[in-house]
């Protein structure tokens, strides 16, 4: 009897044993220690894993359920997986990190550096720090061909960049406090949580940073990060529901540590504090009297301790609904075309146009900032918002800057039925949007800004600006010294060089034919605009008949005079154009954006309603 009862025993060990080696419905893996254990959300089970020998230090998912993973071992690293699909699954050596654990080391947290992927989610990522040089760079293992590049400055920071896993683009920060942008209106994310428990110094809630992180599986969660931008920095992770409930701030975390994941059925991973026992020799009732934990928040808001350290990784849940493509070809891109509330950039280098894909919101217009930052005001629902995407080889992604507090309506001009135009104010570091439409000045009456650098929105001109509170004004001020050498003489317009003999610009073009109707057609009078990057031609508008306001054709003329051009069906009260580096001309001429050449031929660009052009 006892020896069948022995034979059962053995066969009862072995499904357990078969049990535990089947971990291909992993979701969570934690490090204690060292030693690496494996979470099951279905059925709640943490299992330890023996077959790893040496000390983990870090760990990363794929999305074919591979675990890759940094050990130490004789205080060097090495990179490990385990295919959790095996029956038997077991640790395979990738690559040599060839970095000490030292060298792992990040100077302001004193952690070991994560691993992480890259933009292309084929090269997996460790920090490298060498503390005798001064020198950082960046390893990448690629996972396709085992081999280990080393990368430093700005080609490692471009190779590796990631942003944001999910759309983030309809949440921003505003006055202390976070909003969530819907089509119903903005919902305050953080209004409920009472942050001066967490950063008791009024000056520092003035800092007061908002990130999100993470959206909750089914959409309807949220976590954050709420930060003080000073030194280092510092700050906490918190929560709330999108509809605006719920709200907390998870004053046991710290944004040092790894940002909280989400488990598919809708747990929230964190690394919080635990109490450290007294009888530990690091304790210390003052300074040291918690310990980091892993820990588990369910749905209901019940949190559990699942295990001690500070290191996890979450397996991806699968596509998400609001994930947003990685979009890195808009480098170099200097013209925005804009139509039907989309966006195509163009790269005059390459002669490319680029759709921009990661903008689902109705695009209303659009300004170039300090050359590669486009900023842009989105509709959503009844109101405005102020957005803003690099173009850069980073992964390029739109960011909400701030609520306009405006309605398109407030926006739309009563002579053209367009929209205001977005200025970019370099003089004061600000983007503009000019609103209520005013008959008195057959434009708009008012004006909002947002300050570039200080992150804050304007309601108009302070009273101590000594400037014209005409945004247009300062197009003007940018060519104040080429205008000293424009002049209008018996109803022609020259050109004044430094040396030699005034040149005509205008003496080959018949003005009276661009007239809607001879009987208003009256001798030009002409407004300098500006003079091309290369220095070879200039455009300005000329008026030869009046109503409400000033009307007559663009025109473009080389400045030594041989290439004179006027053209129809342009406006002088309601133009769009912009030079192209090469200095070739683009303006808009109904639904057709021309492109004409310093050299006079004209050709059309594309087919759109709007555009803008880089100054840079």
Known sequence: MKKYLFVIA?????????????????????VDHGMMSLYDVETQALTPFENEPDSVLNLLFDENNHLYYTVSKNEKLSLKMIDLNASKPAPKLCADWNMTLQNSIDEFSGDVSNIFWDKTKE??????????????????YNVNTGKITELSGDEAYTAYYVDKDFDASHFFSEARDMYYATPNGKICLTDKVDFTKAF????????????PEAVSPDGQRLVYAATIYWGEGWGFYGLANLDGSNQRLMMDTDIWDLIPRWLPNGTLVYVGKAPRPKEDPEYDEEWNNTQPCIMLLDSKENAKQLSLGKTFAVKPCGEKK??????????????????QGKVTFYNSTTGEFVPFVNENDSVINGVFVNGDDFY??????????????????????PSMRTSWDLKLDDCVSQTYGKASTLAW???????????????????????????????????????DEDVETDVYDEEFWKYENDLEHFVSDENQYFYIPEDG????????????EYCSDPEYYEAPEFVFYSINPTRTCATFGSIIEWGDLGHGPLCMSSLDGKVQVAFKDTDAADLTWGWMPDGSLLYLNGRSIMIVHPNGTEEIFAEASDFVVSTK
Request: hydrophobic share 40%; charged share 25%.
């Open 10 to 30: 053995v066969l009862m060990l072995g499904i357990v044993s078969c049990h535990r080696q089947n971990l291909s419905d992993t979701d969570l893996v934690v």
């Open 123 to 140: 090269n997996i990522c460790i920090h490298k720090t060498d503390y005798d040089d001064y020198d950082y760079s960046i390893l990448f």
């Open 200 to 211: 008791e110094d009024e000056a520092e809630l003035e800092d007061l940073y908002f990130d």
């Open 322 to 339: 609001d994930f947003i493509q990685q979009q890195t070809n808009l480098a170099g891109c200097d013209v925005a075309v804009l139509d």
């Open 376 to 397: 842009y005001t989105v509709a959503i629902g009844d109101e405005l918002y102020l957005k803003e995407v690099y173009l850069s080889d980073y992964v390029t992604q």
């Open 425 to 463: 104010i370099p003089a004061f570091d600000r983007v503009g949007i000019s609103y209520n439409f005013s008959w008195d000045y057959y434009n708009f009456a008012d004006i909002k800004f947002f300050a570039y650098y200080d992150n804050k929105k304007l309601d108009g001109w302070s009273e």
């Open 501 to 512: 003999e005034d040149i005509c610009l205008t003496d080959q073009i018949n003005f009276e």
